[in-house]
T-cell receptor, first 117, second 114 residues
Framework: AQTVTQSQPEMSVQEAETVTLSCTYD???????LFWYKQPPSRQMILVIR??????QNATENRFSVNFQKAAKSFSLKISDSQLGDAAMYFC??????????????FGTGTRLKVLA | DADVTQTPRNRITKTGKRIMLECSQT?????MYWYRQDPGLGLRLIYY???????NKGEISDGYSVSRQAQAKFSLSLESAIPNQTALYFC?????????????FGPGTRLTVT
């Protein structure tokens, strides 16, 4: 069975600095998607970035980028120029690519990011 | 307007009461999910539905039931609420034929059982 592990329950970063959140996963599949979701105090789950496993290039969305290491099954999120609005809980998630009619989304336990002014 | 809505946003109820949480979506997605979020445990799947006639149990379905009234509506019921069902509940949708593959979440319902 697939699993997703976020080993950092909480992290802090100084405003304008860079922080990296870690995520590892376990799967026997070769084709899948990985996601980072942000949950601010408003509780809304917001997609930050997605990565297709068949793509070697790391995904980037403005200040957010990932370091996808497929062989190591690692999917870390880097936030550059951290802002106070980045303070949130961040969840890593996995999804099998191919549709077999079964449930496919697996979430990690989350990392709470604090941004210090 | 939000694509995925949940009602109520907050609810306090007493042990033993029956309660229903409702979810509606305007995204036209065929797949809908109910999750529960607890501190330190992340999101855990309660039930999911791939179409109106398809309902499946997730990893923590005991004490819960669901109804898919239409493609756009998916309700979660607690038949007899107990305090350890106090949690944040999320509804989510996804599209089996879409290109983006992610789930879209509602704003969540904070449920407290006293």
């Amino acid at each position: 069975a697939q699993t997703v592990t976020q080993s950092q329950p909480e992290m802090s970063v100084q405003e304008a600095e860079t922080v990296t959140l870690s995520c590892t996963y376990d799967t026997s599949e070769s084709d899948y998607y990985l996601f980072w979701y942000k949950q601010p105090p408003s509780r809304q789950m917001i997609l930050v970035i997605r990565q297709e496993a068949y793509k070697q290039q790391n995904a980037t969305e403005n200040r957010f980028s990932v370091n996808f290491q497929k062989a190591a099954k690692s999917f870390s999120l880097k936030i550059s120029d951290s802002q106070l609005g980045d303070a949130a809980m961040y969840f890593c998630a996995y999804r099998r690519r191919w549709d077999s009619g079964t449930y496919k989304y697996i979430f990690g336990t989350g990392t709470r990011l604090k941004v210090l002014a | 307007d939000a694509d995925v809505t949940q009602t109520p946003r907050n609810r306090i109820t007493k042990t033993g009461k029956r309660i229903m949480l409702e979810c509606s979506q305007t995204k036209g997605h065929d797949r809908m999910y109910w999750y529960r979020q607890d501190p330190g445990l992340g999101l855990r799947l309660i039930y999911y539905s791939f179409d109106v006639k398809d309902i499946n149990k997730g990893e923590i379905s005991d004490g819960y039931s669901v109804s898919r009234q239409a493609q756009a509506k998916f309700s979660l019921s607690l038949e007899s609420a107990i305090p350890n069902q106090t949690a944040l509940y999320f509804c989510a949708t996804s599209d089996s034929g879409g290109a983006s593959y992610e789930q879209y979440f509602g704003p969540g319902t904070r449920l407290t059982v006293t």
